[in-house]
């Protein structure tokens, strides 16, 4: 069954760290006249798992069907050393042609001069196949600097063969957060520690951003300062002490396991994360039925889920083939073969011609089918992400990581990340 039939009944929505060199605004990319039939190589990078690698091996293959002459050469890893490794690679001049790119390090890259402007490889590129406001996600002040693959929810994944061995019912979609805790003790508790009810959600800023509007509030405001107080992000952070207290499987385990997760080893009965995830947990658990169900809720009835479109696709300002790269970009977020190979697990396809080619079945089916479940509770999408997000995303879940292993006390990793917040937005 081919998607279109939820693409009017989904609507469509809506980055950042301490500054790259270079200058603001997107570099000129010094390259002779583009030649189509030229042999090239490109680069490409991608943060993922080995069934995102598979899957891309199989794109670069139907890409090169169409484009023999270009080489594509890959590499991926894991989300945070993914951008440590780029931030290595802004300051020395050397980013991939085309890499995996995320809005919240959109201010980032953007400003400092380390994205193409697409604008400026437009022939390669068909952006008609967007909805305006996806497109928005990759813009920056009027400038489009990169485009989405899809965009997902945050939702809670359940892996069903684990549930059944451990004798419980299925978590439902949308309970309270004390409920949700209940129900990992319950797994826990079972299992003797067998298998872990969850993770320690209160680790990732995503769990925080959820409490946070469910009480009308955001993680940012619109003027581009911080939308909580050190009080609300402590009261955040003791909330999960119990569940560091044996719920939860242990962080050192998860140490162990990295780079997968403690749901992807199958250590854990459930873990939250973004809806496209689906696909890498299947492949990585070995479960053969994991459930999707809307992660629970600080406040029944609140709008805190919102449409996510994080996932893009960038082109370095300084590739010496841009249009070959603009090529591949393109065929990665606009061809019916991406939507056909990757399904939903880029996020939900988010132009008409990658939906055309996705076939809604099994897992795909599973994600499409959730977030059109999850209606009800989407609401705005927040501000524009700030300038830094992308580091105090990630510095947010560094000291989530700390706590778990005992190694920084609540009022510690307060005072950090709010003295890290202060760098990343004043300077």
């Not at 300062?225 to 939860?248: C, Q």
């Not at 809720?297 to 300002?317: N, P």
Request: with cysteine; glycine share 12%; net charge negative.
């Amino acid at each position: 069954m081919k998607t279109t039939r939820l693409l009017a009944s989904i609507g469509i929505a809506a980055a950042g760290a301490l500054a790259l060199s270079g200058c603001g605004g997107a570099a000129t990319p010094t390259a002779a006249a583009f030649d189509p039939d030229e042999k090239v190589t490109l680069t490409y990078a991608f943060w993922g798992n080995d069934d995102r690698a598979q899957r891309y091996d199989q794109l670069i293959a139907a890409f090169n069907e169409e484009y023999p002459n270009i080489t594509v050469n890959v590499s991926f890893t894991d989300f945070p050393s993914y951008w440590e490794k780029r931030q290595t690679e802004a300051a020395g001049g050397g980013l991939p042609d085309v890499f995996q790119f995320s809005d919240s390090y959109l201010r980032q890259y953007g400003e400092s001069g380390n994205l193409l402007d697409l604008a400026q490889v437009s022939d390669q590129i068909d952006m008609s196949t967007f909805d305006e406001g996806l497109l928005g996600t990759g813009a920056l002040d009027g400038t489009q600097y990169s485009l989405p693959t899809g965009y997902s929810l945050w939702a809670n994944f359940v892996n069903d063969d684990l549930v059944a061995q451990a004798g419980v019912a299925a978590p439902e979609s949308g309970t309270d957060v004390a409920e949700f805790d209940d129900w990992m003790a319950e797994v826990t508790e079972k299992t003797g520690g067998a298998v872990y009810g969850g993770t320690d959600y209160t680790q990732r800023i995503q769990g925080f951003e959820l409490a946070l509007r469910a009480d009308g509030g955001n993680l940012y405001t619109e003027e581009g300062e911080l939308g909580f107080t050190e009080d609300d992000l402590r009261a955040y952070w003791e909330s999960g002490a119990e569940l560091r207290e044996g719920i939860t499987v242990p962080q050192q385990r998860l140490e162990e396991l990295s780079p997968k997760s403690g749901f992807g080893a199958a250590l854990t009965a459930s873990e939250m994360s973004w809806s496209n995830f689906l696909g890498g947990y299947l492949a990585d658990s070995g479960a053969s039925s994991i459930s999707i169900v809307a992660p629970p809720t600080a406040k029944a009835g609140s709008k805190d889920l919102y449409r996510q479109a994080g996932l893009q696709v960038a082109i370095s300002s300084k590739t010496e083939h841009p249009e070959a790269a603009a090529l591949f970009l393109d065929f990665v977020v606009n061809s019916a073969a991406a939507g056909e190979i990757f399904g939903t697990t880029l996020g939900f396809p988010a132009s008409t011609s990658k939906l055309e080619g996705a076939t809604l079945e099994g897992p795909d089916k599973q994600v499409a089918d959730y977030i059109e479940s999850a209606a009800d509770r989407i609401g705005d999408a927040p501000p524009v992400p700030i300038a830094g997000y992308g580091t105090l995303e990630q510095t947010f879940w560094e000291l989530g990581k700390s706590l778990g292993l005992g190694t920084t006390t609540v009022d510690q990793a307060v005072e950090q990340f709010f003295s890290e917040a202060d760098v990343v937005i004043n300077g």
